[in-house]
């Protein structure tokens, strides 16, 4: 469910863009209305080509999926089916984005995570300096790569 801080904080941006008409729906109803319904486990062999199409799909209602290079296809599917992130209500107003992560929680796993396969050695660098007693994971470079 929405909560009432983030309906109004929509209605005043819709309003100063001079939006007259909000409609809140969850993310799978505005996919449904554009055609697509996601399957909630699609098998191996069509993984990939599902996700791609999610992914798309879901760019096109202005909601963007990053930092996800760590996870394979399954996984990514998997967390975006079972995260409740499609459940979530949302309006669709021209040149608005939202930002989704799987590391966006600030949770020290997903710190970890990013440290290790998303910061830049400045970021690095930064995080050292503000944690000095904490050690840094080994930087790697995520398994997968998508665009």
């Not at 791609?52 to 599917?77: C, K, W």
């Not at 995260?83 to 939202?98: E, N, R, T, Y």
């Not at 904490?134 to 665009?147: H, N, T, V, W």
Request: proline share 6%; net charge negative.
């Amino acid at each position: 469910m929405i909560d009432k801080e983030e309906i109004d904080d929509t209605l005043f941006w819709a309003d100063l863009h001079g939006i007259s008409r909000v409609e809140f729906k969850t993310i799978r109803e505005w996919l449904a209305d554009g055609g697509y319904v996601p399957p909630a486990s699609p098998d191996d062999d069509r993984v990939s080509a599902e996700l791609e199409t999610l992914l798309d799909r879901l760019a096109d209602l202005g909601i963007v999926i990053e930092f996800t290079d760590h996870l394979s296809d399954r996984e990514l599917y998997s967390w975006l089916m079972e995260s409740g992130h499609l459940d979530g209500h949302m309006a669709l107003l021209p040149d608005s984005f939202i930002h989704v992560s799987p590391i966006g929680g600030g949770s020290e796993e997903a710190n970890q995570v990013y440290l290790t396969y998303y910061a830049t050695d400045q970021e690095r660098a930064c995080w050292k300096e503000e944690s000095p007693n904490e050690e840094l994971p080994p930087k790697q470079q995520p398994r997968y790569k998508r665009d």
